[in-house]
């Protein structure tokens, strides 16, 4: 038994402990938001906050997250209220959307490290493929929710 | 649209299958037969009582927005208050059944809105004049007193909500109903935001690897290294006793292992020992096959047009140019893998699935099962990228035949690995072009061969008996310079590898060594390649000659660049739209190539949704620029080599060019697509803008194969 806390929620999975994080969420947690796109840490799209640092859960075995705290698209917000996802339905981000959660996610977790952060930041952080090629609309939700969270906070 | 409509949408399903526990933006689940749908006043559309419209979308939803674009044509014309449409799938077993209501469902060729526009303005016409009939009916009024807009019908100062109106409106009949003419359009044409966003930013957007079914399993799945390669034997006895594991299923010219969850299947298959026999490709190599295509150009190749007189233009120039370019095969790469969730039951097939054609998924899950086709049930999901992979059903005819096999529904999903290697490539092709000038600089003759590997021949060989597939010479065949003499011939060669339909299909090469070519007389003639081009196109390209002016004024055309930069363009039109770009693209002395700036000029006649087309014109730039930069499926020993993004490489945001985008509309009867367009010209002005900056001439990709360094 391998037990985590996934958005707030304690479990105890008897998978493999090899398992990747990915594959215990979506087939044993059914919380199928993290996508799977490559399986070799090259893309993004399975991107997951564990203890709050993005990872990529298709490289980081179930055992590595034991005890801690892993927060998935689903959980970032209850209702969508997250700056990043209010940023990216402002400017209209996603095309199929398959990538948009890791990209998302990313986004969240850079803009809790930088509050402001430039081009070359958005840039140096935001490695996530999108084979839709959203990046321009990506990089103005970054910025836009940059922009929201500090009036948020204000 | 919140998540819990969605989940209201679905909780009654065709046929009284029960989904599992979490299917919310999953469309086509409502019954289909009327019986509790008093709302639905013709088959494109229901109104609930709330004022709730939902409108069938018969496209598949790739990322180029028909789940947004499609209801505006509906809704525009049904006069339907925009905050209260929703979007779900049409049922294509419905329309096997009625009669084919929902028409052509594939999705392809930049045709969405091209091909479906017209009925969907007249399913939007017929409900709206339905509604104001049980209006008029209601009043006792001339129905032609009438007005239908933001959802009500108004008389004086009586006034109905649609919702009041829908189970009235739809037991009444009318005639043919006239449709808008552009200047009526109120949403055609104004920026809407995706009716699908934001069940895609938390998750909650369900495409086919998301599907789950109550007592579902799981299959990987490992096909032949050399494709038409066969399946030899394999030992599922050194794997059975693995935890999870329930059976391993030979396909043509694959396994699949079937456990309890997905990662169990694909660790088993990995161990799995599958002895292959290669078959007829195995021994080759893309290396030799790019000798050969380019020794075939010498051929003489089959005409595919001819204009003039081309052996006396060549014979009497002043001066002549050759060149050959070549492309390789590419893969689609959608950022979701192949996969498909199939219940084969006795009497019953339901599929589950991101595909661009429900009914070509219909057809080939009757086959695979043995059923009936009115007994087989696709419901499409959201798909995580197409460019054309999803239009090729192979992928749900082995999902269907490991659930026949296994008695469960099954979800088989490609690994990455195999989604790379698994073919239906885009078609690898040498190309050579001769250009005769008068004693004045002035083109007059124009001869081109291309040797492409035909995607046609396997799929519908009688449409290339004449030794030309169409889709190989789009782009060559119809040229829009002005060229007195011009003759162009084809030839077919295949290798063992499978192609298909790849974004822009024959566009998307053809017009790159084009292009190029014609930058190439450009600098023979001693001309600006714009000015050239223009001094090309006669007054019958008028819509060309805007595009191209609107380029050079919006991209600066002509302005400084510092050394090791440069500025290329390129213009072409395909389905139906005319896209010229200008590339700006910076490359450092030792040869790194950075694309800074593209710059678009479109005209596709009418715009639906500007939000949507930008998106999908800077789609297209990302996606031939990758393709231009790293894209090529290398071959040894029959078997392909690049497997993941780690070699088959994608484009980064870093890597990404500023975009900017702009439309001159021509309107009239145009409507161009928009899906493809915007990639032909990509390659082109990235390889002239190279050119500009260093001097150095590709002719072909991708550009990782050349060394671009200058001093
Ligand atoms: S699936 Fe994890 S990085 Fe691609
Ligand atoms: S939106 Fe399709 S891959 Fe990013």
């Given at each position: 038994?391998?037990?985590?806390t996934?958005n707030?929620?304690?479990?105890a999975?008897?998978?493999d402990?090899?398992?990747?994080?990915?594959w215990?969420l979506?087939d044993h947690?059914?919380?199928?938001?993290?996508?799977?796109g490559?399986?070799?840490s090259q893309?993004?799209?399975?991107?997951?906050?564990?203890?709050g640092?993005?990872?990529?859960s298709?490289v980081?075995?179930?055992a590595a997250?034991?005890?801690?705290?892993?927060?998935t698209?689903?959980?970032?917000s209850?209702?969508?209220?997250?700056?990043?996802?209010r940023?990216w339905?402002?400017?209209?981000?996603p095309q199929?959307?398959?990538?948009?959660?890791g990209?998302i996610m990313?986004?969240a977790?850079?803009?809790?490290?930088?509050?402001?952060?430039?081009?070359?930041?958005?840039?140096?952080?935001?490695?996530?493929v999108?084979?839709?090629?959203t990046?321009?609309?990506?990089?103005?939700g970054?910025h836009?929710?940059?922009e929201?969270a500090r009036?948020?906070?204000? | 649209?919140?998540?819990?409509?969605?989940?209201?949408?679905?909780?009654?399903?065709?046929?009284?299958l029960?989904?599992?526990?979490?299917?919310?933006?999953?469309?086509?689940?409502?019954?289909f037969?009327?019986?509790?749908?008093?709302?639905e006043i013709?088959?494109w559309?229901?109104?609930?009582p709330?004022d709730?419209?939902?409108?069938?979308?018969a496209q598949?939803?790739?990322?180029?927005?028909v789940?947004?674009?499609?209801?505006m044509?509906?809704a525009?014309?049904?006069?339907a208050?925009?905050s209260?449409?929703?979007?779900?799938?049409?049922?294509a077993?419905?329309?096997?059944?009625?009669?084919?209501v929902?028409?052509?469902?594939?999705?392809?060729?930049?045709?969405?809105?091209?091909h479906s526009?017209?009925y969907?303005?007249a399913a939007?016409?017929?409900a709206?004049?339905?509604?104001?009939?049980?209006a008029?009916?209601?009043?006792?009024?001339?129905?032609?007193?009438?007005?239908?807009?933001?959802?009500?019908?108004?008389?004086?100062?009586?006034?109905?909500?649609?919702?009041?109106?829908?189970?009235?409106?739809?037991a009444i009949?009318v005639?043919e109903?006239?449709?808008?003419?552009?200047d009526?359009?109120?949403?055609?044409?104004?920026?809407?935001?995706?009716?699908?966003?934001?069940?895609?930013?938390d998750?909650?957007a369900v495409?086919?690897i998301?599907?789950?079914?109550?007592?579902?399993?799981?299959?990987?799945?490992?096909h032949?290294?050399?494709m038409?390669?066969?399946?030899?034997?394999f030992?599922?006895?050194r794997i059975?006793d693995?935890?999870?594991?329930?059976?391993?299923?030979e396909?043509?010219?694959?396994?699949?292992v079937?456990?309890?969850?997905?990662?169990?299947?694909?660790?088993a298959?990995?161990?799995?020992?599958?002895?292959w026999?290669?078959?007829v490709?195995?021994?080759t190599?893309s290396?030799?096959?790019e000798?050969?295509?380019?020794a075939?150009?010498?051929g003489?190749?089959?005409?595919a047009?001819?204009?003039?007189?081309?052996?006396?233009?060549?014979?009497t120039?002043a001066?002549?140019?050759?060149?050959?370019y070549a492309?390789?095969y590419?893969?689609?790469?959608?950022?979701?893998?192949?996969?498909?969730?199939?219940?084969v039951?006795?009497?019953r097939?339901?599929i589950?699935?991101?595909?661009?054609?429900?009914?070509?998924?219909?057809a080939?899950?009757?086959?695979?099962?043995?059923?009936e086709?009115?007994?087989?049930?696709?419901?499409?999901?959201?798909l995580?990228?197409g460019?054309?992979r999803?239009?090729?059903p192979?992928f749900?005819?082995?999902?269907?035949?490991?659930?026949?096999?296994v008695?469960r529904?099954?979800?088989l999903?490609w690994?990455r690995?195999?989604?790379?290697?698994?073919?239906?490539y885009?078609?690898?092709?040498?190309?050579?072009?001769s250009a005769a000038?008068?004693?004045?600089?002035n083109?007059?003759?124009?001869?081109?061969?291309?040797v492409?590997?035909s995607?046609l021949?396997?799929?519908?060989?009688?449409?290339?008996?004449?030794?030309?597939?169409?889709?190989?010479?789009?782009?060559?065949?119809?040229i829009?310079?002005?060229?007195?003499?011009?003759?162009?011939?084809?030839?077919i060669?295949n290798?063992?590898?499978?192609?298909w339909f790849?974004r822009?299909?024959?566009?998307?090469q053809n017009p790159?060594?084009?292009?190029?070519?014609?930058d190439?007389?450009?600098?023979?003639?001693?001309?600006?390649?714009?000015a050239?081009?223009?001094?090309?196109?006669?007054s019958?390209h008028?819509?060309?000659?805007r595009v191209l002016?609107?380029l050079?004024?919006?991209?600066?055309?002509?302005?400084?660049?510092?050394?090791?930069t440069?500025r290329?363009?390129?213009?072409?039109e395909?389905?139906?739209?005319?896209?010229?770009q200008?590339?700006?693209v910076?490359?450092?002395?030792?040869?790194?190539?950075?694309?800074e700036?593209?710059?678009s000029?479109?005209?596709?006649?009418?715009l639906?949704?500007?939000l949507?087309?930008?998106?999908?014109?800077?789609?297209?730039?990302?996606?031939?620029?990758?393709?231009?930069?790293y894209?090529k499926m290398?071959v040894?020993?029959?078997?392909?080599?690049?497997?993941?993004?780690?070699?088959?490489?994608?484009l980064?945001?870093?890597?990404a060019p500023k975009?900017?985008t702009h439309?001159?509309?021509?309107?009239?009867?145009?409507w161009?697509?928009?899906g493809?367009p915007?990639?032909p010209?990509?390659?082109?002005?990235?390889c002239n803008?190279?050119?500009?900056?260093?001097?150095?001439?590709?002719r072909?990709?991708?550009?990782s194969?050349?060394?671009l360094?200058?001093?």
């Amino acid at each position: 038994m391998t037990e985590l806390t996934v958005n707030g929620q304690a479990h105890a999975l008897d998978a493999d402990p090899a398992t990747p994080l990915l594959w215990v969420l979506r087939d044993h947690l059914n919380l199928t938001g993290t996508k799977y796109g490559c399986g070799i840490s090259q893309c993004g799209a399975c991107t997951v906050h564990l203890d709050g640092a993005p990872v990529r859960s298709c490289v980081t075995p179930l055992a590595a997250a034991a005890g801690k705290q892993v927060t998935t698209i689903e959980g970032l917000s209850d209702d969508a209220s997250h700056p990043v996802q209010r940023a990216w339905i402002e400017h209209d981000v996603p095309q199929c959307g398959y990538c948009q959660s890791g990209q998302i996610m990313a986004a969240a977790a850079l803009l809790a490290t930088n509050a402001a952060p430039t081009d070359d930041d958005i840039d140096a952080a935001m490695t996530n493929v999108c084979r839709c090629g959203t990046y321009q609309r990506v990089r103005r939700g970054v910025h836009r929710a940059a922009e929201l969270a500090r009036t948020q906070e204000a | 649209m919140n998540r819990r409509r969605f989940l209201k949408a679905t909780a009654s399903s065709t046929g009284g299958l029960v989904l599992a526990f979490h299917l919310p933006a999953l469309g086509n689940a409502r019954p289909f037969d009327g019986t509790d749908l008093a709302g639905e006043i013709n088959a494109w559309l229901v109104i609930d009582p709330d004022d709730t419209v939902t409108i069938r979308v018969a496209q598949s939803e790739m990322g180029e927005g028909v789940f947004t674009s499609l209801p505006m044509i509906v809704a525009d014309e049904l006069g339907a208050d925009w905050s209260k449409v929703r979007a779900e799938y049409a049922d294509a077993n419905r329309s096997l059944r009625e009669d084919r209501v929902y028409d052509r469902m594939g999705t392809g060729g930049s045709r969405a809105i091209v091909h479906s526009r017209p009925y969907l303005q007249a399913a939007g016409a017929n409900a709206r004049e339905r509604l104001v009939r049980a209006a008029a009916n209601r009043w006792g009024v001339d129905p032609q007193e009438c007005t239908a807009a933001d959802s009500r019908v108004t008389h004086a100062d009586k006034e109905l909500r649609y919702g009041e109106l829908a189970a009235e409106a739809a037991a009444i009949e009318v005639a043919e109903v006239p449709i808008k003419t552009p200047d009526q359009f109120t949403l055609i044409g104004t920026p809407q935001r995706r009716l699908d966003a934001p069940a895609k930013v938390d998750g909650s957007a369900v495409f086919g690897i998301d599907v789950r079914v109550p007592d579902m399993v799981y299959a990987a799945v490992a096909h032949c290294p050399v494709m038409k390669g066969k399946v030899r034997s394999f030992d599922f006895s050194r794997i059975a006793d693995r935890p999870g594991v329930l059976q391993a299923v030979e396909l043509d010219g694959a396994v699949a292992v079937v456990a309890e969850h997905y990662w169990q299947a694909r660790t088993a298959l990995d161990v799995l020992p599958i002895e292959w026999d290669r078959g007829v490709g195995a021994g080759t190599s893309s290396g030799d096959w790019e000798r050969e295509f380019v020794a075939a150009l010498d051929g003489d190749g089959v005409v595919a047009h001819e204009q003039g007189d081309t052996t006396a233009a060549f014979a009497t120039a002043a001066s002549t140019i050759e060149a050959d370019y070549a492309a390789p095969y590419l893969a689609h790469a959608c950022m979701e893998p192949v996969n498909c969730t199939a219940h084969v039951q006795e009497d019953r097939v339901d599929i589950w699935v991101g595909a661009q054609n429900p009914e070509s998924v219909l057809a080939v899950g009757a086959e695979a099962a043995g059923v009936e086709p009115q007994n087989v049930y696709p419901h499409t999901c959201f798909l995580g990228g197409g460019f054309g992979r999803r239009s090729n059903p192979d992928f749900v005819r082995e999902a269907v035949l490991v659930s026949k096999a296994v008695g469960r529904p099954v979800q088989l999903i490609w690994s990455r690995e195999e989604d790379t290697r698994g073919g239906w490539y885009r078609p690898m092709a040498a190309l050579r072009f001769s250009a005769a000038f008068d004693a004045d600089g002035n083109p007059v003759g124009w001869s081109n061969h291309s040797v492409t590997h035909s995607i046609l021949a396997g799929l519908r060989p009688e449409t290339v008996a004449s030794g030309v597939d169409r889709t190989s010479v789009e782009g060559l065949s119809e040229i829009p310079y002005a060229i007195p003499n011009q003759r162009v011939t084809h030839t077919i060669r295949n290798t063992h590898l499978s192609t298909w339909f790849w974004r822009s299909v024959g566009n998307s090469q053809n017009p790159f060594a084009r292009e190029c070519f014609v930058d190439e007389m450009a600098l023979h003639a001693d001309m600006d390649p714009l000015a050239f081009r223009r001094s090309l196109l006669g007054s019958e390209h008028a819509d060309m000659l805007r595009v191209l002016e609107v380029l050079e004024e919006q991209s600066g055309w002509g302005a400084a660049l510092p050394a090791g930069t440069g500025r290329g363009m390129a213009i072409h039109e395909s389905f139906g739209s005319i896209v010229g770009q200008v590339a700006e693209v910076s490359v450092s002395k030792d040869g790194a190539v950075k694309v800074e700036r593209v710059v678009s000029a479109v005209d596709c006649g009418h715009l639906v949704n500007p939000l949507s087309a930008e998106a999908q014109i800077e789609s297209s730039i990302v996606y031939g620029l990758t393709a231009a930069l790293y894209g090529k499926m290398t071959v040894e020993d029959g078997a392909v080599v690049e497997s993941n993004f780690h070699d088959y490489p994608m484009l980064h945001m870093a890597d990404a060019p500023k975009m900017e985008t702009h439309f001159t509309l021509s309107g009239g009867d145009k409507w161009g697509g928009l899906g493809e367009p915007g990639l032909p010209p990509t390659a082109p002005a990235v390889c002239n803008a190279i050119f500009a900056a260093t001097g150095k001439r590709v002719r072909s990709l991708p550009l990782s194969e050349h060394d671009l360094s200058w001093s």
